[in-house]
């Protein structure tokens, strides 16, 4: 039986729409919504990779609705702007971020056989509705390592995570971050704090100077604060050293200082969901990316990191591929060569 959703005059029905004639040159048809344009917010441009990516490796007929972002943009008009692909037997809709939650979910419900997806942490049911995003505890195990191979002498020494808003995500990447710290050293204290934004890089630097002031040997930062505000932040404290994660490599370093550099790639998240519903593998679940889809990675600076301890770093991201949880990774006890 088909639900007649009468504002827009679609249809939703229990069998697929026929494909259009422009849609079989293509294997799939996707909707990418992204909540700014791409010109002018980085999350948004990850959206536009994404979509090129997914064109090119999956053959695939990509709408990019940008400017969609449902707490601006009503329902109504949100529809409208999808209207011509649900009609064509739209197969795969991915909203980059959180916001697209509600709107997606009622999506899901109308068009069942269309697989929908929100890049972000949320509840699936189990059909065609969930949730894709990167393991960034992953990330954090791996920085923990690093921040324990530069703790010299572990007697007396600190080591800090800085984050931006404590999502559970961020929270687990902490966790993981001090869990690793620990495991290698256990006698080093980490310190946790929290800018609560993502978007006050005043603040974020203020906070990353108040920990680096009791001492913090290694500083691993989260707050989306500039590249030169890292820089900068740097060189006032030259005696301690520096993590980054960011959704993009950073082109400047002060390779004296910072260590390395941990990107989740949000058009790789985008990319991989768009496969799993090309395949028909999408079973409306919460899914992680990770090392292994090349989701998660890590840049180092050979300056610091020597092939030694780029090496252990490698085997234990060997090991998370292989889904062996924290507390379990079977990783030689860090040699101190300093």
């Given at each position: 039986?088909?639900?007649?959703?009468?504002?827009?005059?679609?249809?939703?029905?229990?069998?697929?729409?026929?494909?259009?004639?422009?849609?079989?040159?293509?294997?799939?048809?996707?909707?990418?919504?992204?909540?700014?344009?791409?010109?002018?917010?980085?999350?948004?441009?990850?959206?536009?990779?994404?979509?090129?990516?997914?064109?090119?490796?999956?053959?695939?007929?990509?709408?990019?609705?940008?400017?969609?972002?449902?707490?601006?943009?009503?329902?109504?008009?949100?529809?409208?702007?999808?209207?011509?692909?649900?009609?064509?037997?739209?197969?795969?809709?991915?909203?980059l971020g959180g916001q697209y939650e509600a709107f997606l979910r009622q999506l899901a419900e109308r068009f069942k056989y269309t697989s929908v997806a929100v890049v972000g942490e949320v509840e699936g049911n189990?059909?065609?509705?969930?949730?894709?995003?990167?393991?960034?505890?992953?990330?954090?195990?791996?920085?923990?390592?690093?921040?324990?191979?530069?703790?010299?002498?572990?007697?007396g020494k600190q080591v800090a995570f800085l984050g931006g808003i404590p999502f559970k995500a961020y929270q687990r990447m902490a966790d993981a971050y001090e869990s690793a710290v620990?495991?290698?050293?256990?006698?080093?204290?980490?310190?946790?704090?929290?800018?609560?934004?993502?978007?006050?890089?005043?603040?974020?630097?203020?906070?990353?100077?108040?920990?680096?002031?009791?001492?913090?040997?290694?500083?691993?930062?989260?707050?989306?604060?500039?590249?030169?505000?890292?820089?900068?932040?740097?060189?006032?404290?030259?005696?301690?050293?520096?993590?980054?994660?960011?959704?993009?490599?950073?082109?400047?370093?002060?390779i004296d200082q910072v260590l390395a550099t941990g990107i989740m790639d949000v058009a790789g998240i985008i990319t991989q969901t768009a496969h799993m519903a090309g395949k028909g593998h999408w079973r409306g679940e919460q899914v992680w990316f990770s090392f292994e889809e090349e989701v998660a990675q890590i840049r180092f600076n050979s300056v610091l990191v020597g092939e030694q301890y780029q090496q252990q770093v490698a085997d234990v991201i060997q090991q998370l591929k292989g889904g062996l949880v924290y507390g379990q990774l079977k990783v030689d006890q860090l040699e101190s060569d300093q």
């Amino acid at each position: 039986m088909c639900s007649l959703l009468v504002l827009l005059g679609l249809t939703s029905c229990d069998s697929e729409q026929l494909p259009s004639v422009e849609q079989k040159q293509h294997k799939i048809s996707v909707v990418l919504m992204t909540p700014q344009e791409p010109e002018s917010d980085p999350w948004s441009a990850a959206g536009l990779d994404g979509a090129e990516r997914i064109k090119s490796q999956l053959n695939a007929h990509v709408h990019l609705v940008s400017n969609s972002d449902p707490n601006k943009v009503s329902e109504e008009v949100l529809m409208e702007r999808i209207r011509p692909e649900l009609e064509q037997g739209l197969r795969v809709v991915i909203g980059l971020g959180g916001q697209y939650e509600a709107f997606l979910r009622q999506l899901a419900e109308r068009f069942k056989y269309t697989s929908v997806a929100v890049v972000g942490e949320v509840e699936g049911n189990h059909t065609n509705f969930g949730g894709a995003a990167g393991r960034f505890n992953d990330i954090g195990y791996v920085m923990g390592v690093l921040a324990a191979q530069q703790v010299e002498s572990p007697a007396g020494k600190q080591v800090a995570f800085l984050g931006g808003i404590p999502f559970k995500a961020y929270q687990r990447m902490a966790d993981a971050y001090e869990s690793a710290v620990t495991e290698y050293q256990p006698d080093v204290e980490v310190l946790v704090d929290w800018v609560d934004s993502f978007s006050d890089p005043a603040l974020s630097v203020d906070k990353a100077k108040a920990l680096l002031d009791q001492g913090v040997k290694v500083l691993f930062i989260n707050t989306g604060m500039g590249n030169k505000a890292v820089i900068e932040l740097a060189r006032k404290y030259p005696a301690s050293r520096i993590l980054v994660i960011d959704t993009e490599p950073r082109d400047e370093w002060n390779i004296d200082q910072v260590l390395a550099t941990g990107i989740m790639d949000v058009a790789g998240i985008i990319t991989q969901t768009a496969h799993m519903a090309g395949k028909g593998h999408w079973r409306g679940e919460q899914v992680w990316f990770s090392f292994e889809e090349e989701v998660a990675q890590i840049r180092f600076n050979s300056v610091l990191v020597g092939e030694q301890y780029q090496q252990q770093v490698a085997d234990v991201i060997q090991q998370l591929k292989g889904g062996l949880v924290y507390g379990q990774l079977k990783v030689d006890q860090l040699e101190s060569d300093q």
